[in-house]
């Protein structure tokens, strides 16, 4: 690691290392110097930009000045099958009464920022360890329908988990996709992949977004996302909708959104997941 804080002009002693459990990817650590305290994240077996992209994520989450993200110092571009490494700030602190209210008023905030009217991106992002292509589209329900919902189908069709009534009712509804999603909603810059891990306490409390997999999409995409697995206390909703009410959405938009997350778990981790995508289109 010495080498790697050196890019950076920190030649100082390291006086810590601490490996840093929670992650399914990478390795991470906590790294302590004389000068500061870092967050390195590191993997040998991730395309060449892997972290890159998660750099690049993040900075485009800071430069709307809406909600903190951690700062990155430097990443690494894999050459074959080396090792590469993401250094970032260390974020340290704990949740406070008032961090659920804040991390809804500044999500809301980065939902609302001028975000342009295209949707999808112009890289390839991952979600968890599945790469997932992007492209633009001028239209919301056809990037949700070929860039997200079909590749996951078409993933699951290959793994041998999306069985003759499954697929039947999965094409179905994405031939249907128009009913139920808007086709230009407002463009807001979404995180991506906001479950409750994956957002933390600063100094005083403050939130911070962290693993971003960034899209320029509907904001009722990254909201539904939110309440599938939890942590997310109820402040949290409260403040946000104060600031962007989430109309007509419970009935029949959460359920689509979520299908994504659900489908990409059923590729990542396996059937435990089936009978939560069957019972979402079913009833569509």
């Known amino acids: 690691m010495h080498t790697k804080l050196r890019l950076i002009g920190d030649d100082s002693p390291i006086q810590l290392v601490e490996p840093i459990a929670g992650g399914d990817i990478n390795q991470a650590y906590y790294v302590q110097t004389a000068k500061k305290n870092y967050f390195i994240k590191t993997n040998q077996s991730v395309p060449s930009e892997f972290f890159k992209i998660e750099a690049d994520g993040l900075e485009r989450i800071r430069a ?20 590469i490494a993401l250094i970032m700030e260390w974020v340290d602190g704990s949740k406070k009464a008032s961090t ?34 992007n492209v633009w589209y001028d ?4 990037y949700y329908r070929e860039k997200r919902l079909r590749p996951q189908m078409e993933l699951a069709i290959k793994k041998g988990r999306m069985n003759g009534k499954r697929r039947e009712r999965t094409e179905s509804l994405l031939a249907h996709l128009d009913q139920y999603i808007p086709k230009v909603p407002r463009v807001s810059l979404l995180h991506g992949d906001l479950w409750g891990g994956n957002w933390l306490a600063g100094e005083n409390g403050e ?6 997999s960034v899209v320029y999409g509907d904001h009722l995409f990254e909201i539904a996302f ?35 997350y659900l489908l990409v778990h059923l590729n990542i981790f396996g059937e435990g997941y089936g009978g939560s995508v069957d019972r979402i289109i079913t009833r569509y």
């Open 64 to 83: 709307t000045n809406t909600i903190a993200v951690p700062q990155v110092y430097h990443y690494d571009i894999a050459n074959g099958n080396e090792e």
């Open 100 to 133: 659920g209210r804040i991390l809804g008023e500044n999500l809301a905030a980065l939902h609302l920022a001028d975000a342009g009217s295209s949707y999808g991106l112009d890289q390839t992002t991952f979600v968890g360890e599945l790469t997932q292509e």
């Open 139 to 142: 239209n919301w329900v056809d």
């Open 207 to 212: 939130p911070y977004l962290i693993d971003p």
């Open 226 to 260: 939110t309440e599938l697995f939890g942590g997310f206390p109820a402040d949290f909703y409260q403040s946000y909708q104060a600031a962007y009410p989430l109309e007509d959405y419970y009935q029949d938009v959460k359920p689509i959104y979520q299908l994504f």
